[in-house]
Structure formats: structure tokens, C-alpha cells
């Protein structure tokens, strides 16, 4: 390399590498170092495994974990169930300029902040809300109806803000596969069917794969819709990691939950692209 | 014998334009038949309404003698080589071969040894493994069409399918597309709008445009016996004049030329002295000479001056410049009698009124 | 299953109304949002109490309005400083990182685009607090080593900055990277033939074609940034930006006047939305 390619490549390098030193990597280490120790008295630490054995032994915070991993993963597979005949139908059915608008249409909501999501769906469900006074108009309730702070409300509020992400994904790689391909299909006498399984599912893989992942990392480090919709008994895991911090100021077994949080997504998304010979750099690249 | 593809009247209408306008023809079995026209003529939409994804405004096909309209695509005896091949790209080789037996219920067996024998037939064993993407362009072609052969169509159709091949490949395929036709012994429709293709290939040919059939027939009668101006001009090269009848005797006729010259040549239609009309002649048809007693058997002499050689091995042309002032093409004999015509070089040119088509024209 | 298909009327109903079905469902939160907002109620839900610009430009109690509610004004002004102070940094770093994927081959580049792509893979809420975790433990050495206290490492608008700069920064990477990516070369090279400096030519060609993905970057972080809710919970101090400050005053119960900054914030990022595609369409 000659001198002044060096420099340029010195001086391009330093941003990137501060930034992922300074503010990813070494914070991360940080807290992993911070979750493996124990506070003996004030101002004295000693390395332990303690606070990975209260975590992974008290069985509110154990349930909690995998409470937050399944309704994740349903979270996830409910998105994907609602967004791909509607991503289909944008890609394949509707064509020009309506193509163009519902695909803008999808985007709006978007842009807008996941609080005021989150506060449209509590004025339509709570007891004195829309869907209640609705529901006794109709007269199928004779009593204002509480719909807020339960499970049910809580994965409404989470496909409805992890929609976007799946999509868009979804529409790009079904856009991207030849009309005439699905027409071979059906001359070569296959069905709806058939096709749909042997021919657009796979070709809409990366995008199904890719927009999995962000719809979980997206449910599973929520933090407003399930403290805002969801019950007061079923507890989210960013949440206690919240509480750690900000409330009891444990931030030694608030560190080890975000560690645990972190392991759980990281292993998941590997698993996702395990099982579809993906790398990381084909699905967000 | 009942053709194997037979259409009457058809009509299909997008909108207020009409895309397909009234076209009757059929398919006798076994056979090659080739629609040809330029882009935007219509017969990429007879194709796709053979194939079942387009509806007919009107009219009827019939496939074996069965009107097909009320089947879907996926239950058509018919099958389609689309433009790009639409192969699968998500399987194999073989998975693309064998998709249409798995739609019909075969077992696995059957259908892997109809997979192979398949393979064998296009001259590619053992290549079922591989990817769409790992096959060159004419491997590509001939899976396509094993995909279709497969399951045994009444009808195969073919939409360009050598638009994206390059020059020479393209040379290459046309003979064995015809070699396979006659393997397989399958009636196929083929559309294109290369003539080269549709002559040397077809056994018969439908020059299409604006939504009609022209003319059908042989590739012999359309480059011989144009019964159209737009054949006469489509099919080949031709030299044009437009002029005004003088005379006419039966098929033999007289035209005086919007640029004042007199020309004889022989009718086609009904033509009738003061008629509007224009004459075709092709530049192979044009004899070459010295002098312009060489040419005194020829109905029609000029004598000119060479405006440029056009020099392209065998199919050199001459541009000749006559006294009023057009410039003719004519096709160069290469037997070696005008190795040495330059530019500027005076010149004559003669051709038989039984070479000059004339055709009327609207006024 | 495309339009040339021939299928049944009723599926063809039953599909179309689904699709109908679904974008009812994304407009539905935000249209109650936005209507409830002129409720001449103290509370954003039924009954409906009449139309009102109150909660907008409302002076008095009970109905004080966006623009008298010195608090929302204020986490306004901090969203805004913020999210500007984000753009500009994310977008400059995401620049020098696309020069550098895209132009220069390096041991290690692989692992530093794995790098790079991670915090879109990590939970907001973890990035906070692991920013957190490391300021704190900087200011305490500092404190220990040299007694000195550095208020800007405990929580507080600087860190609140750092955090959404250290996510956004990957998006602002890939939006502009994949602009480069389609650049030619040879343009470059032309001007190099024409007498400019590398520098020049960089400066006069290719970040002028950059230009529509740096302001599109540039809109993103913006809006990301002042969207921003999980990162900036575990790193903020006593300045409070919008979505904070909504999220206090939610959990106290909501009025309209929630309602009236929500409408501004759609308003405003639609505004912002279009800028971009009318900018990109140009």
C-alpha cells in the first residue's frame, strides 16, 4: 500500500474501530465482567457465579426468561402468518401505482413513535375504550369490558409493531421472483398449492429467515408494549432487567439478566440461520 | 385427421384496443407452426391464451378437437417454454424435470427414471444433481423443454425462447429444436420475430400484425408469393416504388412511379388501372451489368451510378444510385464479374416484371 | 396465484378483503390516537365530548395545550438536539465505514462487518445498560484514580447520544454502503484522468452520488433517534426526551394533550417521510 492509501485507510478505520470498541465491545465485556462478581461489603467484590445461580434457580426469574423466549417465538410465527399473504399480495397480486401505495401504507405507521402504537391500542382495549363501548353498543357485553393487561393484548400490541419488519423483507424477495416462474408452475400442472409450497415459499426463504429474526429480537427486547399492554403478573424479562438497574440499583444480577437476554437472542438467531445455511452477513447486509 | 390445435375467430380486446383481432388457424399433429411478427403484433397474447392465462374476448381453441377455454392452465394438455425458461431455480435439475410427474401423483421410481431417460433424450445424462445456475445457456434450453416433453403435452408452445442466446448459439439451436421436434414427434407452436428462425424451422409459418394473420403458409410461399405488402416487406428485403397503375393485362401490369419512371410487374389481389399500388422487388432479383445491352431481356432496366458497396461476404449488396435520384439495394454476385466496381462507377441494373410484386395501397 | 391465473370470485373476495382487514388493523391505533386528540374531554376515550383545538393551543386549566405545556415543549427541544446531534455522528461514521467495506481489502474485514452488523442483533434495552454499566465503571476510576467526577458519564444526555448513535449507526452503514456499492469506478477514475486529486475526485463525484442515501440515512437516524424509547430508558439522566417524558406521564394516566403530541409526531414524521421520497424520486 502506498503511503497515502495508509493514512486514508488509517484514518477510515479509526471512526469504525472506536465506536465498536468503545460503545459494543467493551461495554459488553464490561457487563460480563460486572455479572460475574458478588458484592461481599461496602465497596469490596469478589468473582463469583453467584448471580447466574440466582437467575437461573429462583423460579420467577427462570419462568420469566422462558416465558419472554416462547412468547416471543409465537409472536414471531404470528407476524409471519398475518404479514406473508398481505406481503404477497402487494409483490404479486396488485400491480403499479396501487402497488406503490399499499406499500407505502404499510410504512406509516412506522414512522411514528412505538409509544403513541402502544397508546392507540390502550385507548381502543382498556375498560372505558373503544372495542369495550363498541361490544355493549353491539350488545354482545352487557358491562365495560377490560381487554388491557393480559396476554392476548400484549402479542396484539407486539405483531402490530413488529409488522413492518416482516414486510418488508417479505415483499422485496417475493417482488424479486419472475411472474413466468409461477406460471410454469401451473402449466407444468401444478395447483395454489403446490406452487405456493415448492416454488414461492422457497424462493421467499431469505426473507421469511431474515425478517424472523428481527421480529423476535424486536419482541423479545420489548420493553413498552409489555409493561404498557400486558398483565401485571406476566412479567417480560426486559423488564426485570429494568427493575435490577433502576429500582434495586442490583446492577451485578441486572448485568447477568441482560447477559442471559443476549445469549437467548444470540443462540436463537444462529439456530434460525443454522437451519437455512445462512450467514449473518447475507440476512442484514 | 383432427388438428392437434385449432383456433376460429378469436378476439381479445384489452380495453378499447384489440390485440388479437379475428384469427382463425390450425395445427395439423406433428407439426411445426410458427407465429411471426414484430413485437407488440399480438402473438405473445394468442400464445398466452393457448396456454390459459389469458382469457379470449371471443372465439374458440380447440386442443385435439376439445374446446380447452373452460380449463384452467394446470389441467391443459398444453405446456409452454417461457421467454426467459422460467426454470425453477430453487431446485435441482432433476427436481425441475420431474415437477410436473410429481404434480400428477407418480411414484418416485417412475418418475426418476422418466427424469433420466429424459436427460438421455437431450444429449445431457447425469447432470440431474446439478443447479439451474451451474448449466450454460443451450443446456439451460434444452432442460426447458425436457421439463415440458416430460409429460408427454399435446401441444408444446414456445415463446422466443432463443431471444436470449447469443449469435452463434442461437445459429446452433435452431437446427436442434427441429432435430428434438422430430424426436419427439410433438406438434409445436413457436413464436418469434426473427424470420431466420421461423424459415428454417417451421413447416408452416403465420406472419402476424397488428393483431392479424397476414398470410399463412410454407416459408417457401411467404418469400415467393407474398400476398400481402407487409409479407412482401417482412419476410426478406425488398426495393419499394410507389406509383399509380397505367395499365393492366390479366397479372401484367404497368406503374408509373411517384418519381416519374415506368415499371412493369405482376399483380397480386385485384388491381385495376388508376389504382394506387406499390411494387416490391428484392435485391437478389436484380441483375447487374456493364452495359445496357446485357440486361435487353428484362422487362425493367436503369443505369445508375454505384453510391456504395456494402461488402459482407455473401450477402454483399450494392447501393445504386439511379438518374432520378433513389438509391437501390442489389445483391452483389460474388463470381467474381464486379471484383473491381468502385464508388462512382456507372452502372445497370435489370429485373423481370414476374420478380416485381405489386401490391395495391391505400390511397 | 398472480393476476393471470384464472381463480374463483370468492377467493379472489375473501383474499382482497383480508388484505382490506389488514391495513384496518395498522390504521386503526393511530387513527384513535389522532381523533381523540380533539376530545373536549379530560380523558382520551368515549364518551365524546365535543370537538376541540384546546388541547393544541389550550391556556388554561384543565385543558393546556401542546403549546403552553412548557415540559413537552422542552422534551421536544431535547428529542430534537439529540436526534440531530445522532444524525449528523451516525451518518458520518456510517460514510467512513462504507469507504471502508467498500474500497479496502484488510485482515480481519470480515470479522469487523460481523462487528458492525451486531447491534442490529442486540436488544436495545442491552446495549443501554452495557453502555451504562461501562461509563459508570470509566467515571468510577476516574473518581478513584484522580478525584475527579465526571458528570457527563452518569446518565444524562451525552450517554443518551452515545447509546442511539451506537445502533444507528450500523443502519446509517448499510443505507450508504449499498448506494456505493452500485457507484462506478471508472467515474472516478475519469476525473483522475481529468486532472483531480483523489481527494477532489472523491469530494466532486462520488459523495455528490452518495448525496440521496446520506440525507435518506441522515432523515432515518433522525427519526429513529427521536422514536428511540428502550436504549434512551436505561441512559437517562434529568433532561428527558418526548418518548420519555410521554412514558412518565402515561403511566400517571393520559389525557388528550398525549393525543395532540402524538398527531404532531405523526404529522411530523410523515412530513419527514415524504421529504425523502420526493428528495429520492428527484
Redesign the interface.
Known amino acids: 500500500m502506498r503511503a497515502h492509501a495508509r493514512i486514508g485507510f488509517v484514518l477510515l478505520l479509526t471512526p469504525l474501530v472506536l465506536w465498536l470498541g468503545l460503545l459494543i465491545v467493551i461495554p459488553h465485556i464490561d457487563m460480563a465482567i460486572l455479572s460475574l462478581r458478588e458484592r461481599i461489603s461496602f465497596g469490596v467484590y469478589e468473582p463469583s457465579l453467584m448471580q447466574y445461580e440466582k437467575a437461573l434457580t429462583e423460579p420467577l426469574y427462570l419462568r420469566t426468561f422462558w416465558r419472554t423466549a416462547v412468547m416471543s417465538v409465537l409472536a414471531t410465527g404470528i407476524t409471519l402468518l398475518i404479514a406473508f399473504p398481505v406481503a404477497y399480495y402487494i409483490a404479486k397480486m396488485a400491480k403499479g401505482r396501487l402497488q406503490q401505495v399499499l406499500f407505502l401504507l404499510c410504512l406509516i405507521p412506522f414512522y411514528v413513535s412505538e409509544l403513541v402504537r402502544t397508546f392507540g391500542w390502550m385507548i381502543l382495549l382498556r375498560e372505558t375504550g373503544i372495542v369495550s363501548n363498541l361490544l355493549q353498543w353491539v350488545g354482545l357485553a352487557d358491562q365495560p369490558v377490560e381487554m388491557l393487561y393480559n396476554d392476548a393484548a400484549m402479542m396484539v400490541g407486539l405483531v402490530y409493531t413488529s409488522m413492518l419488519f416482516m414486510v418488508v423483507p417479505l415483499v422485496t424477495t417475493l417482488e424479486s421472483l419472475?411472474d413466468?416462474?409461477i406460471?410454469?408452475?401451473?402449466?407444468?400442472?401444478?395447483?395454489g398449492l403446490?406452487v405456493l409450497r415448492?416454488?414461492i415459499i422457497?424462493?421467499a426463504m431469505p426473507g421469511i429467515v431474515s425478517g424472523c429474526i428481527v421480529v423476535f429480537m424486536l419482541s423479545l427486547g420489548n420493553y413498552l408494549t409489555p409493561t404498557m399492554l400486558g398483565g401485571k403478573d406476566s412479567l417480560w424479562f426486559t423488564e426485570m432487567i429494568y427493575n435490577q438497574f433502576i429500582v434495586r440499583s442490583n446492577w451485578e444480577l441486572g448485568a447477568a439478566f441482560g447477559f442471559m437476554l443476549l445469549v437467548l437472542s444470540s443462540v436463537i438467531v444462529w439456530g434460525m440461520l443454522r437451519l437455512t445455511g445462512r450467514t449473518l452477513q447475507e440476512t442484514m447486509g | 385427421m383432427t388438428p392437434d390445435l385449432d383456433s376460429t375467430d378469436l378476439v381479445k380486446r384489452f380495453g378499447t384496443t384489440v390485440a388479437v383481432d379475428n384469427v382463425s388457424f390450425s395445427v395439423p399433429p406433428g407439426s411445426f407452426f410458427s407465429i411471426l411478427g414484430p413485437s407488440g403484433c399480438g402473438k405473445t397474447t394468442i400464445m398466452?391464451m393457448i396456454?390459459?392465462?389469458?382469457?379470449p374476448t371471443s372465439g374458440e381453441i380447440r386442443i385435439k378437437g376439445k374446446s380447452v377455454l373452460d380449463t384452467?392452465?394446470?389441467?391443459r394438455p398444453?405446456?409452454?417454454v417461457?421467454?426467459?425458461l422460467?426454470?425453477?431455480?430453487?431446485?435441482t435439475i432433476a427436481e425441475n424435470i420431474g415437477?410436473?410427474l410429481?404434480?400428477?401423483k407418480m411414484p418416485k421410481e417412475q418418475i426418476a427414471r422418466k427424469v433420466d431417460e429424459a436427460l438421455d433424450r437431450i444429449g445431457l445424462p447425469g447432470i440431474g444433481a446439478r443447479k439451474v445456475d451451474e448449466l450454460s445457456g443451450g443446456q439451460k434450453q434444452r432442460v426447458a423443454i425436457a421439463?415440458?416433453m416430460v409429460?408427454e403435452p399435446d401441444v408444446l408452445l414456445l415463446d422466443e425462447p432463443l431471444g436470449a442466446l447469443d449469435l452463434k448459439l442461437r445459429e446452433h439451436m435452431k437446427v436442434e429444436l427441429k432435430a428434438l421436434q422430430a424426436a419427439f414427434d410433438t406438434t409445436f407452436v413457436y413464436i418469434t420475430h426473427d424470420q431466420s428462425e421461423a424459415l428454417v424451422m417451421s413447416d408452416q409459418i403465420a406472419v402476424m400484425n397488428a393483431g392479424r394473420f397476414e398470410q399463412v403458409g410454407t416459408g417457401r410461399d411467404l418469400y415467393y408469393r407474398p400476398e400481402t405488402p407487409f409479407v412482401a416487406g417482412f419476410i426478406g428485403e425488398a426495393n419499394r416504388w410507389k406509383g399509380r397503375i397505367e395499365r393492366i393485362e390479366g397479372e401484367a401490369l404497368q406503374m408509373r412511379t411517384e418519381t416519374g419512371l415506368e415499371m412493369r410487374a405482376t399483380a397480386t389481389g385485384t388491381l385495376a388501372a388508376g389504382d394506387n399500388a406499390e411494387i416490391f422487388v428484392r435485391p437478389e432479383a436484380i441483375r447487374l451489368a456493364g452495359s445496357a445491352e446485357a440486361l435487353s431481356a428484362f422487362d425493367n432496366r436503369l443505369q445508375g451510378r454505384v453510391a456504395s458497396i456494402l461488402f459482407n461476404g455473401a450477402a454483399s449488396r450494392v447501393l445504386v444510385e439511379d438518374d432520378a435520384g433513389e438509391t437501390l439495394e442489389v445483391t452483389l454476385p460474388q463470381s467474381g464479374e464486379f471484383a473491381s466496381l468502385r464508388r462512382g462507377d456507372p452502372i445497370h441494373i435489370g429485373w423481370g416484371a414476374a420478380q416485381a410484386s405489386c401490391f395495391k395501397r391505400a390511397a | 396465484m398472480i393476476p393471470?391465473?384464472?381463480t374463483s370470485r370468492s377467493f379472489r373476495l375473501i383474499y382482497g378483503g383480508y388484505v382490506l382487514l389488514f391495513f384496518l388493523y395498522l390504521a386503526l391505533p393511530l387513527t384513535v390516537v389522532a381523533v381523540f386528540a380533539f376530545n373536549d374531554s379530560q380523558f382520551p376515550s368515549l364518551p365524546w365530548e365535543g370537538f376541540t383545538w384546546n388541547w393544541f393551543f389550550g391556556e388554561d386549566r384543565p385543558q393546556v395545550g401542546v403549546f403552553h405545556e412548557r415540559g413537552i415543549l422542552r422534551a421536544v427541544g431535547t428529542s430534537a438536539f439529540v436526534a440531530t446531534c445522532v444524525a449528523a455522528l451516525s451518518v458520518s461514521v456510517g460514510t467512513t465505514n462504507a469507504f471502508l467495506f467498500n474500497r479496502y481489502e484488510f485482515r480481519l474485514k470480515g470479522v469487523l462487518y460481523v462487528l458492525m452488523l451486531l447491534p442490529l442483533v442486540i436488544p436495545g434495552i442491552v446495549l443501554g445498560i452495557s453502555i451504562l454499566v461501562f461509563s459508570s465503571t470509566l467515571a468510577n476510576g476516574i473518581w478513584d484514580a484522580a478525584r475527579i467526577d465526571i458528570q457527563a458519564l452518569r446518565p444524562g444526555l451525552l450517554l443518551v447520544i452515545l447509546g442511539q448513535f451506537s445502533f444507528i449507526t450500523t443502519i446509517a452503514t448499510l443505507v450508504i454502503s449499498a448506494r456505493l456499492q452500485k457507484f462506478d469506478r471508472t467515474l472516478e477514475e475519469a476525473a483522475l484522468n481529468l486532472g483531480a486529486t483523489r481527494l477532489v475526485a472523491v469530494r466532486t463525484i462520488t459523495i455528490p452520488f452518495l448525496m440521496p442515501a446520506m440525507v435518506g440515512a441522515l432523515v432515518v437516524a433522525f427519526l429513529m433517534s427521536f422514536e428511540n424509547f428502550n436504549t434512551t430508558l436505561m441512559l437517562v439522566g434529568s433532561d428527558a426526551p418526548l418518548t420519555i417524558a410521554m412514558f412518565d406521564r402515561l403511566k400517571e394516566g393520559s389525557t388528550p394533550l398525549l393525543n395532540a403530541v402524538s398527531l404532531l409526531l405523526m404529522l411530523g414524521s410523515s412530513l419527514l417521510a415524504l421529504v425523502v421520497i420526493l428528495f429520492q424520486r428527484r
Open positions: 419472475d413466468s416462474v406460471e410454469a408452475g401451473y402449466d407444468l400442472g401444478g395447483n403446490s415448492e416454488i422457497p424462493h | 398466452r396456454a390459459g392465462f389469458l382469457d384452467p392452465p394446470n389441467k398444453v405446456n409452454m417461457f421467454q426467459h422460467a426454470l425453477f431455480p430453487m431446485m415437477y410436473g410429481r404434480r400428477r421439463r415440458c409429460l | 393471470t391465473i384464472p
